[in-house]
C-alpha cells in the first residue's frame, strides 16, 4: 500500500453551518491542508460550499491563542494551566462561597462539540448547582426549541434532508438559504431541476439571493410572520383544506387557535395589506399551500430572531398539523439551524431552562433521573438566566464571575455595548477561545487556548437530527486544550467526582448512556434515544459513520435508526397529541419614530462566518463583500442624504456604527440590511449589535434582531484611501478603516475626517517606511488632493497607498494581483500609478464565484462576447458556479441585468 502524504486523508465534518457536510481533508507535509467534500457524507454527498471548501486556508496557527494567560497591572502573561485553573477554580469558589451558586455563569456555544457541551452542562447543573449556563443559541433557534416543545411535548425536529427531495413545494420562512446553508439550497434546486414543477416559496422582507431561482417571493413586511400564516390557517380551514381525522385523532386546541386566525386575520385582503404583500401573491401562495400535501416549510432567523419568534414557529406548525401534513416523507415545519452543534447543544441540554437529554428543569421527576446518573451533589432546581438577562445581571454585579466560550458576545450579542459594560465591570471574566485578538477577549482576566477545528476530537449533530465525528488531523498547536478537557480538569480543581473521562469517547458514552437511562413509556419517556450508541469502545467511535437519532440497538444487536418523527402520529405530549397554539399577532417590540424612522434588519453574507475570527484569515472568501455595508432603499436614500459608495453613520438608542451604503440588495422602503460579521478587529466602527435592541422573544427569551429603530445620516470624510500592504499598517489618527485579508497582503479602505497637509510624510508614517532610499514611486496633484504611492522592494511590490477627496480610485483587483508575482514586469510598472493594467482584460472586477476566483468583469464580457444565455453555459465557459453553487443566484442576476444593457446599448 502506498501510504505517501496524500493518501493521509481524515473524514470529518465541516466548521460551520448546520447542514453539517462531511469534509476530508488531507494534511501535507508543508502544513497545508488539502479539503474537499465527503463523498460519503449523507448530508451533501460530496459537495462543499465556498466557505467549506476554503476551510484549508482557515488553520494556520497565525494569530492563535496558543498558552494560558492571566491579565495582571501590566497586560497579559503567559501563565501555566496549573495557575490559570488555581486562578479560576479559586475565584469561583469564593464567590459561590460568599454568593451562592448563582452568581457564577458559563456563557457557551452551539459550535462546540457535544462532548464538551455535555460537560459545561453537567458541570453547572449538577455539580455547581445553578442552571445559570446560557448559549448563543438562545440568539439563533431557541424560538424554534420554544416552538417545537409547545407543540410536540419535546424538542423534536420532524424531517430529514431526503425529504426536501421528496417534497412538492418547499416554502422557505425568513432563511436566506442560498447563502447560508449552501448544500441545502443546492439540493432544494437539484430536485427542482429534475422535477421542474416542485415549487420553491420564499417569504423574505429582503429579495435575497434565495429567491433568484425560486417561483414565488413574498416580500413580507418585517415582523408580520404570524399574520400570514394565521390567515393561512384561517384560509385552509374556510376552504375545506383540513384533515379532519388527523386533526380529531392527533391533535389539540384546533378551535382555539382558529378562532384567533379567525379573529384579525380571516381576510386575505387585511393580512396582504398587514404583511405588505400584493393580494395575488398572498393568494397564490395560500392556494400552492392547500393544494399541496406534501409541502415543507423550512425556517430560520427570520422567524426565530423576533420578539414574536415562538408564535411564528407555531404559527408555522398550526398550518401543517390543520392539514396533516408531518411525518410521512416531504413534509413537515423544518427548523433548519444555523452553527454546526446548535442541535447537539439542544441534546445536552445547554440553555439555562433545559436540563439534559432532553428533560426539563423544572420537572422533579426529571430532576430526580438525571441526578441518580450523575450522581450529582447540588442539582440546579430553576432555570437559569437567559442571555441577555445574564449579561444584565454581570453589569449589575448579581453574577460576579462569568465563563465564556466558543462564542464572542461583545460582536454578538444584542446592545452589545452593555455586554461590553458589563466584561468590564465582572469580577472574572475567563474566555476560552482559539483565538488572541477577538472583541471578547480584550475584556478577559484570565484566557484558556482550545484546540480548534482539525485538532479536536468529537461529535456534532446536524438539522437533520444526524450525529457525525470532527476528528483530528493536525496536531494540538502550544498548550491548546480540548474545550471537554480545559472543563473537567477545572471540575477536578474544584473538588468535583464525576469529571475523571478517559476520552472524548467516554464523555460520549455517558451522553448516550444517559439518553436511554429509564427511558420508558413505564418511567420517564423521551424521544430523544441515543442509546444504541452506548458502550461503543474507542475503535468503534473512531470510525462512527453519520448515524441520526433516534437510535437504538435492534435485535440483532444492528442499529434501529428512525429517519423521520410522528410516523406513527404519535407526539411527546402526555395524551400523545400534538397541540395547536394560539399565536395572536403582534408588531415587533420596537416600533419606528421621527428619530429613528428606518428599520433595522442584520443577518449573514454568502462567504463570511460570524464575528470572522475563522473566515477572515482567508483571502479567498474575502473578496466576494470586503467591506460592512448598509442596504437601502435608493428613495430612502435620497430622503435621508445618503450617496451609494459613501460612508454613512447609523445610530439607534442604544448604539451607533459606520458603513457603506448600498443598494441593490432588494430591500423594501422603510429598511435597512446590516451584516453582522465586522468586528473591532476587522474595522473600526462596524459593529452592528452595539444598536440592536435588546428586546426578547417572552417565550423563548431570544432578541429580536431583525427589527430595531435606527437613523441614517451621511458620515462626511475628507479623504477617501485604499493600502495593501504586505506588513502592518498604523491606523491610529483614521476615523474609519476595515482590513481586508489578500493573498499575501492585507488591504485597507480608509476614510479620514481630517486634513493631511503633507501627503508624501503622511503616508510614508502609515506604511511604516522610514528608509528614505526606499524604491518609491509616487504621484501627488496637490490642488486636486489625489496622491498615490507605491513601495517597491527587490522588483517586488511591497505596499501602495492611493488616496483621493472622491471615491474615484482604481479597481482594487489588479493591483492585488501584483502581490503574488515574484517581480513585476516593466509593463505593470508603467500602471502601477495609475492603478490600472495597461493590458485589456486584466482587470477582471469585484469576485462573483469564490471556488475559481472569477470576477464581475469577466463574466459580463464573456456574456456579451460569446452571446451567453443561460447560467449554465456561464458555467461551461468560465467554470463559474461549477463547484459549489453559491454564486448561482448571483450569476443568473448578472446574465440578465447585462443581457439587457446590452441589448439597451445595441437600440
Ligand atoms: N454564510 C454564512 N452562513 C451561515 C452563517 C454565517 O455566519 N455565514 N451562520 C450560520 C448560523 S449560526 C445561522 S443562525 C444561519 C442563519 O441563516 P439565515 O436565517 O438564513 O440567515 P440571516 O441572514 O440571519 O436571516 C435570514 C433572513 O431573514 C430575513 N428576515 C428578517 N426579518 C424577517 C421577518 O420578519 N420575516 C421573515 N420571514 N424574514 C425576515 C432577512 O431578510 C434574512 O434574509 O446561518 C448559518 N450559516
Ligand atoms: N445583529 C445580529 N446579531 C447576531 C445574529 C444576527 O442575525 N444579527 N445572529 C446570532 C446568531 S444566530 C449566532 S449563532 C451568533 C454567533 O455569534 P458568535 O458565537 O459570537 O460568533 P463566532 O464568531 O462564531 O464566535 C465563535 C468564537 O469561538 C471561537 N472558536 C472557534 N472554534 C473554537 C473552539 O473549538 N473552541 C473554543 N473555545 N473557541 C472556538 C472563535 O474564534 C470565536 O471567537 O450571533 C448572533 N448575533
Ligand atoms: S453548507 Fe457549507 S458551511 Fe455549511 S456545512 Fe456544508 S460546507 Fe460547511
Ligand atoms: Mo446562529
Redesign the pocket.
Known amino acids: 500500500m502506498n501510504l505517501s502524504q496524500d493518501h493521509l486523508s481524515v473524514r470529518t465534518t465541516c466548521?460551520y453551518c448546520g447542514v453539517g457536510c462531511g469534509v476530508s481533508a488531507t494534511p501535507k507535509g508543508d502544513g497545508t491542508v488539502t479539503i474537499a467534500g465527503d463523498k460519503l457524507h449523507p448530508a451533501n454527498k460530496g459537495r462543499l460550499c465556498v466557505k467549506g471548501s476554503a476551510l484549508g486556508e482557515t488553520v494556520g496557527l497565525d494569530g492563535r491563542l496558543l498558552y494560558p494567560q492571566v491579565r495582571g497591572d501590566e497586560g497579559l502573561r503567559r501563565v501555566s494551566w496549573d495557575e490559570a485553573l488555581d486562578k479560576v477554580a479559586g475565584t469561583w469558589r469564593a464567590i459561590i462561597d460568599e454568593h451562592g451558586p448563582d452568581a457564577v455563569a458559563l456563557y457557551v456555544?452551539?459550535?462546540?462539540?457535544t462532548e464538551?457541551y455535555y460537560v459545561a452542562n453537567k458541570l453547572m447543573k449538577g455539580y455547581i448547582g445553578s442552571a445559570n449556563i446560557d448559549t448563543?443559541?438562545r440568539?439563533?433557534?431557541s424560538s424554534a426549541v420554544a416552538g417545537y416543545k409547545r407543540a410536540f411535548g419535546e424538542d423534536l425536529v420532524p424531517l430529514c434532508y431526503d425529504d426536501l427531495e421528496l417534497a412538492d413545494m418547499v416554502v422557505l420562512v425568513g432563511s436566506n438559504t442560498a447563502w447560508c446553508h449552501p448544500i441545502l439550497f443546492q439540493r432544494i434546486l437539484k430536485a427542482k431541476e429534475q422535477r421542474p414543477e416542485m415549487k420553491i416559496v420564499v417569504i423574505d422582507p429582503r429579495r435575497t439571493a434565495t429567491c433568484e431561482l425560486a417561483d414565488l417571493h413574498l416580500p413580507v413586511k418585517a415582523g408580520t410572520d404570524v399574520w400570514l400564516f394565521n390567515g393561512l390557517l384561517s384560509y385552509l380551514n374556510r376552504i375545506g383544506a383540513v384533515d379532519p381525522a388527523f386533526v380529531a385523532d392527533h391533535t389539540n386546541g384546533v378551535d382555539a387557535a382558529l378562532a384567533t386566525a379567525n379573529a384579525d386575520c380571516s381576510d386575505p385582503a387585511v393580512v396582504a395589506r398587514i404583511c405588505r404583500i400584493e393580494l395575488p401573491v398572498l393568494m397564490e401562495f395560500y392556494e400552492l399551500f392547500a393544494s399541496t400535501h406534501k409541502t415543507i416549510t423550512a425556517y430560520s432567523?427570520g422567524v426565530n430572531?423576533s420578539s414574536s419568534g415562538t408564535d411564528k414557529v407555531n404559527s408555522i406548525i398550526n398550518c401543517h398539523l390543520i392539514g396533516g401534513r408531518i411525518g410521512q416523507p416531504g413534509m413537515g415545519p423544518f427548523s433548519i439551524t444555523?452553527?454546526p452543534n446548535?442541535m447537539g447543544g439542544r441534546e445536552v441540554g445547554g440553555l439555562a431552562n433545559m436540563l439534559a437529554a432532553h428533560m426539563d428543569l423544572d420537572r422533579a421527576d426529571h430532576r430526580e433521573v438525571v441526578q441518580t446518573f450523575w450522581e450529582s451533589p447540588a442539582m440546579a432546581d430553576k432555570p437559569g438566566l437567559k442571555a441577555v438577562d445574564l449579561f444584565k445581571a454581570i453589569e449589575d454585579g448579581k453574577v460576579k464571575a462569568v465563563w465564556v466560550?466558543?462564542?464572542?458576545?461583545v460582536?454578538?450579542?444584542?446592545d452589545a455595548d452593555q455586554v461590553r459594560r458589563a466584561l468590564e465591570k465582572c469580577e472574572l471574566v475567563v474566555a476560552?477561545?482559539?483565538?488572541q485578538n477577538?472583541d471578547?477577549n480584550a475584556y478577559a482576566d484570565v484566557l484558556l487556548p482550545?484546540?480548534?477545528?482539525g485538532e479536536?476530537e468529537g461529535t456534532v449533530t446536524n438539522s437533520e437530527r444526524r450525529i457525525s465525528r470532527q476528528r483530528a488531523f493536525l496536531p494540538a498547536p502550544g498548550e491548546a486544550m480540548a474545550?471537554w478537557k480545559i472543563l473537567a480538569l477545572f471540575a477536578q480543581r474544584m473538588g468535583f467526582n464525576g469529571f475523571d473521562f478517559a476520552g472524548a469517547n467516554s464523555v460520549f458514552d455517558e451522553h448516550a448512556r444517559l439518553s436511554g437511562f429509564r427511558n420508558s413509556a413505564a418511567d420517564v419517556p423521551r424521544a430523544f434515544d441515543m442509546s444504541g450508541l452506548a458502550r461503543l469502545n474507542k475503535n468503534e467511535y473512531d470510525g462512527l459513520e453519520p448515524i441520526q437519532w433516534p437510535v437504538r440497538r435492534g435485535a440483532d444487536g444492528g442499529f434501529d435508526v428512525e429517519q423521520r418523527l410522528f410516523a406513527d402520529k404519535r407526539f411527546a405530549h402526555a395524551d400523545g397529541k400534538a397541540r395547536f397554539i394560539v399565536t395572536v399577532p403582534r408588531a415587533p417590540a420596537n416600533a419606528i419614530s421621527e428619530d429613528f424612522p428606518l428599520a433595522l434588519n442584520?443577518?449573514?453574507v454568502r462567504d463570511q462566518?460570524?464575528?470572522?475570527?475563522?473566515t477572515g484569515k482567508s483571502f479567498t472568501l474575502a473578496d466576494h463583500i470586503s467591506e460592512s455595508f448598509v442596504d437601502i432603499h435608493p428613495q430612502d436614500a435620497l430622503l435621508h442624504g445618503v450617496r451609494e459608495g459613501d460612508l454613512a453613520r447609523v445610530s439607534s438608542e442604544w448604539g451607533a456604527m459606520v458603513a457603506r451604503v448600498q443598494h441593490g440588495g432588494g430591500i423594501p422602503r422603510g429598511t435597512v440590511f446590516i451584516p453582522?460579521h465586522w468586528s473591532g478587529q476587522t474595522s473600526s466602527d462596524a459593529r452592528?449589535?452595539a444598536l440592536?435592541n435588546p428586546v426578547v422573544d417572552p417565550v423563548s427569551g431570544e432578541?429580536e434582531?431583525?427589527h430595531t429603530p435606527v437613523r441614517i445620516e451621511q458620515f462626511r470624510v475628507n479623504w477617501h484611501s485604499f493600502i495593501l500592504s504586505r506588513t502592518e499598517v498604523d491606523l491610529e489618527s483614521v476615523a474609519h478603516w476595515t482590513r481586508i485579508q489578500g493573498r499575501e497582503f492585507a488591504r485597507y479602505e480608509l476614510a479620514g475626517r481630517n486634513t493631511i497637509s503633507d501627503f508624501g510624510p503622511w503616508a510614508r508614517g502609515v506604511l511604516g517606511v522610514d528608509d528614505l532610499d526606499a524604491d518609491w514611486l509616487e504621484y501627488e496633484d496637490r490642488t486636486a488632493g489625489v496622491y498615490r504611492a507605491v513601495h517597491v522592494v527587490n522588483d517586488r511590490i511591497e505596499q501602495c497607498i492611493f488616496l483621493s477627496p472622491r471615491q474615484d480610485m482604481p479597481s482594487r483587483a489588479w493591483l492585488a494581483s501584483l502581490f503574488v508575482k515574484e517581480q513585476l514586469s516593466e509593463i505593470d510598472r508603467v500602471g502601477l500609478l495609475v492603478g490600472m493594467p495597461v493590458e485589456k482584460g486584466a482587470d477582471t472586477g469585484p469576485t462573483v464565484c469564490s471556488c475559481f476566483g472569477v470576477g464581475r468583469n469577466t463574466i459580463c464580457n464573456a456574456i456579451v462576447e460569446k452571446d451567453l444565455q443561460t447560467v449554465a453555459q456561464v458555467t461551461s465557459c468560465l467554470k463559474a458556479g461549477g463547484n459549489c453553487g453559491s454564486c448561482v443566484p448571483e450569476i443568473k442576476k448578472i446574465l440578465v441585468q447585462t443581457r439587457v444593457e446590452a441589448a439597451e446599448a445595441r437600440l
Open positions: 466548521a456555544s452551539g459550535q462546540l462539540l464538551d448563543n443559541s440568539l439563533c433557534m432567523m430572531q444555523g452553527q446548535a466560550i466558543s462564542t464572542n458576545p460582536v454578538s450579542m444584542p476560552t477561545d482559539i483565538m477577538t471578547t482550545a484546540l480548534g477545528w479536536k474545550d442584520t443577518g449573514r462566518w460570524h464575528t470572522m475570527t475563522r453582522i452592528v449589535g440592536v432578541p434582531f431583525k
